[in-house]
């Protein structure tokens, strides 16, 4: 089996929300033979997530191909690549300074034993995002103007080691003019005024390589020098909500020079003012449009309160003037810090134990299923986080928070609670049978029933059996409960009667013997035809008569065809004529048939 080079990469990680420097890097999946299965780019742009393209070459081996990735708190991800190329994500976390390895593109893993992926989610409360990708470096003084024969002091706002050097000047610079290993810049006595210099710093760490820049103007009149601050911590810190702080602490490494400065130039002075936001300023920030200046804080020391949850942003500017001796030269410098995200947490609630749910019948309402018995140290109460579901038999308990008495001070906390849930009584649901039956002369069986106001589903029933079925009427089904229902229940339906057979109509004579005189009349229909037989039933013939040609509503049917018609008292029109109707009669299973009719008369 093939197995392929691991390279590693440390991606160092600042959790700084939107503020953060992308970063690309191309790995190359190769075997131990020097055979190419495709390039992996990590396009990390901040956040808690990032891209991982995947172009591969064709893999006549069948493997899988996965990276690795791995932070310094010891969590680690696999994320298996696109077969067929594309792109995929991975999310790490961790609070505080971190570093991410990429521990390269890895192969050999024939697909068929497959490989678990490791998700490691930010979390639905994740309070910033995660930068990833290599910590920008910042020079401290960004610009400065210095003195010829005077020094300048540059440092590194992280603190971390950098190779500092002259990059260019506007004009070839004297001996003496240089910058040592510490960052400090010399300029010689006899350097051109107003020349201007870049000045350099490259990290130590070359993989990948950052660099940052800072421009000095030199000048012969007496400028305040700029602070350089260091100290100040550049990874966020969190806190539980009244828990003690500890204090942020910023270091002017060029305080013997500036004070130096105030002896020389006869005065000045040296200040110094925090501020802080909601919101992130950015680098560098500006505390005049961007924060709040925070009232009495003017030492080199300040400790951030945590009396209420959220996330504050602090930052200091410490300002240096000097008397104006009417040079023309800068005489108030300020310089301003990074940024420090500090994050108070609600405190999470002291819960001794966790409540017990009340047995509820398959269909309540969780909100109906009573807590009893928890019991916190923290002052709140327990209830299910969704009181509106009906919990199935078969569960795995469901989520009950405790929210605290005290919502600014403790965060509500949820656990699942084991639930026993009995299954309903047939008997008690509102189920029945669906859909319209008409006789066929076969058994209906039928399948599809209401579903009790939703909550029945085919597995929470099985049919035992049927009754006949057959014959128009009452039919009945009998259903054993399963699953979230329990016990058996017949359920009846309605056969109707079927349509009487097209075809079949019945006759007779259309000779109607009658006699009178006005007002009894009596007549005979006579020669009808015989009953029929249709599946197995016999069906008879029925009569009437009406004075209305072709009436189809309210006829006297009967089934002697023999009539005696009284109608004294009764208004006739002069000439009316009597109308006989036959028809088969409605059955068991048929409805009756279409009907023939004659007349006879006038009957006066």
């Given amino acids: 089996m093939k197995s392929n080079i691991i390279i590693i990469l440390i991606i160092s990680c600042l959790l700084l929300a939107s503020c953060f420097s992308p970063y690309t890097g191309t790995f190359e999946d190769k075997d131990n033979s020097g055979e190419s299965y495709g390039t992996v780019t990590i396009s990390i742009g901040g956040g808690s997530r990032a891209a991982l393209p995947w172009n591969p070459s064709t893999d006549s081996n069948d493997l899988e191909h996965f990276i690795t990735l791995t932070d310094s708190k010891g969590k680690e991800q696999n994320k298996t690549l696109p077969a067929g190329g594309g792109s995929t994500g991975f999310s790490l976390v961790a609070v505080g300074s971190c570093d991410i390895y990429i521990v390269g593109v890895h192969s050999g893993i024939p697909k068929s034993e497959g490989r678990e992926t490791v998700m490691i989610n930010p979390g639905p409360n994740g309070p910033f995002a995660i930068q990833m990708g290599p910590s920008p470096i910042n020079i401290s003084p960004s610009s400065a103007t210095v003195k010829i024969g005077k020094s300048q002091q540059f440092s590194i706002s992280s603190g971390e080691s950098v190779n500092w050097t002259i990059e260019n000047s506007s004009v070839p610079l004297q001996g003496g003019t240089f910058i040592d290993s510490s960052g400090l810049l010399f300029i010689d006595p006899g350097e051109t005024v107003s020349a ?353 040609q072709g009436q189809t509503e309210g006829l006297p049917w009967q089934s002697s065809n023999t009539f005696s018609i009284d109608f004294t008292g009764v208004t006739v029109p002069s000439g009316s004529f009597i109308y006989a109707y036959v028809r088969y009669a409605q059955s068991t299973n048929y409805e009756a048939s279409v009907y023939t009719y004659g007349s006879f008369g006038a009957i006066n």
Avoid: C
């Fill in 196 to 548: 201007t210099l870049t000045i350099r710093a490259d990290s130590v760490v070359t993989n990948p390589s950052r660099s940052a820049t800072a421009s000095v103007m030199v000048s012969d009149l007496d400028n305040a020098i700029s602070p350089s601050l260091s100290g100040i911590i550049t990874v966020p810190v969190s806190y539980v909500i009244n828990d003690p702080a500890s204090p942020i602490n910023v270091t002017v490494t060029n305080f013997p020079a500036i004070t130096a400065q105030h002896s020389e130039q006869g005065g000045g002075s040296i200040s110094i003012q925090w501020y802080s936001s909601n919101i992130n300023p950015g680098f560098p920030p500006s505390g005049s449009t961007l924060g709040a200046p925070i009232t009495g804080s003017g030492s080199d020391s300040y400790t951030p309160p945590t009396s209420s949850a959220g996330t504050t942003y602090y930052w200091v500017e410490v300002t240096n003037s000097i008397d104006d001796n009417l040079d023309g030269g800068n005489k108030t410098v300020i310089e301003v810090s990074n940024v420090v995200m500090v994050l108070v947490t609600l405190a999470i609630p002291d819960i001794t134990s966790w409540p017990t749910a009340a047995t509820v019948t398959y269909g309540t309402q969780l909100s109906f299923s009573a807590l009893s018995g928890g019991v916190s140290v923290t002052p709140g109460s327990f209830a299910w986080t969704t009181g509106t579901t009906i919990a199935p038999v078969s569960n795995f308990g469901y989520s009950v928070t405790f929210t605290p008495a005290d919502p600014s001070t403790y965060e509500p906390v949820t656990q699942i609670v084991p639930i026993t849930v009995n299954p309903k009584a047939l008997a008690n649901a509102a189920i029945s049978v669906t859909g319209t039956f008409t006789y066929t002369g076969s058994a209906h069986q039928p399948t599809n029933f209401s579903n009790d106001g939703g909550l029945m589903t085919t597995s929470d029933r099985t049919i035992t059996n049927y009754g006949p079925n057959t014959d128009a009427g009452n039919g009945t089904v009998t259903i054993l409960g399963s699953g979230n229902y329990t016990g058996t229940r017949t359920l009846n339906f309605t056969i109707g009667r079927a349509a009487f057979p097209s075809g079949t109509t019945p006759d007779h004579s259309t000779n109607y013997p009658w006699t009178g005189p006005f007002p009894v009349i009596n007549f005979q229909i006579i020669n009808p035809s015989p009953p029929v037989v249709i599946n197995g039933e016999t069906i008879n013939l029925e009569y009437a008569w009406s004075l209305t």
